[in-house]
């Protein structure tokens, strides 16, 4: 079933547990620097919001790879690197205009968010509900509904 | 692994830094962060040292467990010799500096000496270095994390700092980070202030490693869902501490006119106006209950300022202890004292003793400046916050806390003071709640009631969950009660929740996922496998029990050092001569009861194992390996 991991920004309270479980899960350690999501803060503004990979239909990084070592995941609808292809030239991390790729300077390779294999640990550990797991085509709808919720109120006034 | 984390022992006299392993045989003693403090403390300080003067240690510290699956794995503790109190200084905080402390390399920072001019530690993983701070000395508690983070370039650098308070030395101001997260009690910044360290700023890229990944998360989970499903959290998610107002100002367990009344009559500062001011919540290092409100201020010369919180402790400063009913003066209080770097409890309760000074005509016109200090008078309040932090006029007085502003002021100004040890009391009025009273009356810190509050006193729990609270992880067979305004029964109560927030302090995990609030959160056993699962060490809930009774009874035997007695632990008069005047009936008309209040502190040093005057017993400190103390293995 081909899901998305959707943010919805308003509702992160920018405690990071995301980062700590996500490096812990994949690599046993905590350490956001290995993490491949970040609630990236405006302190100043009180604003935060998560950035992951946005698994792109038409990857940048996947169209720079020389080695053709990045590819998509039809089934769990996801891009993947190939690390016995993967040179580390990093081109990639410079291709995403979203910062979605990163560099693990301890196991020296590129990381970027696999989905946890379509059982994303973040999401799991996310009590606000910042960060969903949703099917791709139904995805807006949450959305729709909450914001929907706000001119439903208004509406009910002149009912 | 979680263990492998350095401690730093940094000179700012002559700049010298070395740093050194942890011994694991250290871990199993005092665990981290607030227990090994308490060592730290004890070992590199000796008698009678000036607390503002360069023999003072300040120490730094993230827990045993802190950046780790904890839930809210987030708490940096902060320890030296009180400027306020003279006795142990202490101090907790939220946010992401011990993690961030942690990332960078290092557990434990023994800051000695004072620096020639305001510097600030730079930490970045594995390094130290001391840079210059005077670009930044004067600013503000936010502004200088800002400044720091624009002039190392590097936004994600995490800051600790002290405010124009602390480097006013005013005696009980805070150790900050982020907006607000207020490392406050006992005047830690003060002692910054006096090092000229103006910050520390730490940036680490370092793994902590987990012991064992995969249980620590199924574990973790299972603690986040507990803590997220429990009533308590729900309504904590939603208000904040503040939520706690609506239940102790309409009971009347409340101080109001600093000791006058026990309920904020009419009062008119509930939780909910927070939602006419805040665009959403905030949360700690990996802390599902998202506590602290985002906010705007709306009203008056501070419209337009973003602030977050206030806590309950807020609501009392600027509400109740000084008779103002209006939530914008909370919203306000609150924002200036977390820029100043200041005490709120501290800021608001002397304050109102000022005020009733100034009713009784102790204090006049003169003393103050022309300032009205009268009941409800919101701009006075918040006017005397700023002279305070500055040292201005009668706030320079103020500013020196309860014991030697009253000397200053003389006549008999002591006597209206709120004060366990010289430290202020928080804005709740324990004349209907012994236990509460006990609580404040002996901890270490002072008037205080994050040492061994049991709130859940207040909630009547039956007999049998009492029991299995209290009778865990060591044995209990003495009487329990679930009336609140009982006295059996309730040093085991006081003694347990000591032991259990020493605890969560050396792990460095918010009290608020523990059995503080609620009954049914994480205790003993939790924290056995929490620790286990993350760091690999294993221990017992009755050997983590041992830590937490190791590290609180150095306390007593640093505060005896500096002099304590069993004085010392005891009330101000007026919680047994005045009556609660108002209030529901069964908080009406209560005080303190001179002579149960005594026995309950006898049978609380019993249960320490401490004699008659409160000194630990010789078999108390041979169980717990403090006979040999000042040992110095670190």
């Known amino acids: 079933m081909q899901k998305i991991l959707i943010v919805d920004a308003e509702k992160c309270t920018g405690c990071r547990a995301c980062e700590m479980v996500c490096s812990v899960k994949h690599e046993g350690v905590s350490n956001p620097s290995r993490s491949r999501i970040h609630a990236i803060k405006w302190e100043a503004e009180g604003f935060v919001l998560p950035m992951i990979c946005q698994q792109c239909e038409s990857p940048p990084c996947m169209a720079v790879c020389p080695k053709d070592a990045i590819s998509r995941d039809e089934e769990l609808d996801r891009v993947m690197v190939d690390y016995d292809l993967c040179i580390g030239c990093k081109m990639c991390v410079a291709a995403c205009p979203f910062g979605g790729m990163g560099i693990d300077t301890v196991a020296r390779r590129v990381i970027k968010c696999d989905l946890c294999d379509g059982d994303p640990t973040c999401v799991r550990f996310c009590q606000p509900t910042a960060l969903q797991y949703l099917p791709l085509n139904t995805a807006n709808l949450r959305k729709k509904r909450s914001a929907g919720l706000k001119f439903a109120e208004l509406m009910t006034r002149f009912a | ?634």
């Open chain 2, 1 to 634: 692994m979680a263990l492998k984390r350095k401690i730093a022992y940094i000179n700012l006299s002559n700049g010298e830094i070395e740093t050194a392993s942890i011994p694991l045989e250290m871990r199993k003693l005092y665990l981290g962060g607030r227990g090994m403090d308490m060592y730290l403390l004890y070992n590199h300080t000796k008698q009678g040292i000036d607390p503002l003067g360069p023999d003072n240690v300040l120490l730094v510290s993230a827990g045993v467990l802190g950046a780790t699956l904890a839930s809210a794995s987030s708490r940096t503790h902060v320890a030296a010799k009180s400027p306020l109190t003279g006795f142990v200084g202490s101090t907790n905080m939220g946010g992401f500096f011990a993690p961030e402390l942690r990332w960078a390399g290092f557990d434990h920072l023994v800051i000695k000496g004072k620096a020639k001019k305001p510097v600030y530690l730079w930490i970045n993983d594995g390094e130290i270095e001391i840079r210059d701070a005077s670009n930044v000395w004067g600013q503000g508690v936010f502004d200088t994390q800002e400044s720091i983070r624009q002039e190392l370039g590097d936004e994600e650098v995490k800051v600790m700092c002290c405010g124009p308070a602390g480097e006013n030395l005013v005696r009980f101001a805070n150790v900050m980070t982020g907006l607000k997260d207020a490392g406050g009690r006992t005047g830690m910044g003060a002692v910054m202030g006096s090092k000229n360290l103006k910050a520390i700023a730490a940036r680490g890229t370092m793994d902590i490693e987990i012991k064992h990944p995969e249980q620590a998360l199924a574990y973790d989970e299972q603690i986040v869902n507990k803590v997220n499903r429990t009533k308590f959290t729900q309504i904590m998610q939603k208000w904040g501490t503040m939520f706690i107002y609506g239940v102790t100002n309409s009971t009347g367990l409340v101080r109001c006119q600093n000791f006058q009344l026990n309920q904020l009559v009419g009062g008119d500062i509930e939780c909910e106006y927070i939602e006419d001011v805040s665009f959403g919540t905030e949360g700690c290092f990996g802390c599902v209950i998202h506590c602290r409100h985002k906010y705007i201020i709306k009203e008056g010369p501070y419209a337009g300022t973003y602030a977050q919180g206030p806590e309950y402790t807020s609501q009392g400063a600027f509400g109740m202890e000084v008779g103002c009913n209006n939530f914008n003066t909370v919203l306000v209080g609150n924002h200036l004292v977390n820029t100043y770097g200041m005490d709120t409890l501290e800021t608001g309760s002397m304050i109102a003793w000022a005020m009733e000074l100034y009713e009784k005509g102790i204090l006049t016109d003169k003393d103050t400046d022309g300032l009205r200090l009268e009941w409800g008078n919101d701009e006075a309040v918040l006017e005397m916050v700023r002279r305070i932090a500055e040292r201005k006029g009668l706030g320079d007085i103020l500013a020196e806390g309860p014991l030697r502003a009253a000397k200053k002021i003389g006549k008999d100004s002591l006597k209206y003071n709120i004060h366990v040890k010289g430290m202020s009391n928080l804005h709740s009025d324990e004349r209907p709640t012994p236990a509460l009273a006990l609580g404040i009356a002996t901890s270490s810190r002072g008037s205080d009631h994050l040492r061994s509050r049991p709130a859940i006193d207040l909630y009547h729990l039956p007999e049998p969950v009492l029991r299995k609270i209290y009778g865990n992880p060591t044995p209990y067979d003495g009487p329990l009660t679930s009336d609140y305004t009982d006295y059996e029964g309730k040093p085991r109560q006081v003694q347990w929740q000591e032991m259990v927030y020493e605890a969560v302090d050396c792990l460095g995990i918010c009290k608020y996922h523990t059995i503080f609030l609620s009954p049914n959160l994480l205790s003993f056993d939790e924290f056995s496998e929490l620790l286990y699962y993350n760091t690999g060490l294993e221990m017992s809930p009755q050997e983590i029990w041992e830590v937490a009774d190791r590290a609180y009874t150095l306390e007593r035997l640093f505060n005896i050092r500096e002099g304590l007695t069993r004085e010392h632990d005891w009330l101000v008069d007026r919680y047994f001569d005045e009556p609660t005047p108002v209030g529901l009936p069964v908080v009406r008309g209560k005080t303190i009861d001179r002579e149960k209040f005594k026995k309950m502190i006898d049978e609380y040093y019993e249960l320490h194992g401490w004699d008659e005057n409160g000194l630990p017993r010789p078999e108390t400190l041979e169980k717990l390996g403090l006979d040999k103390e000042p040992s110095h293995k670190l």
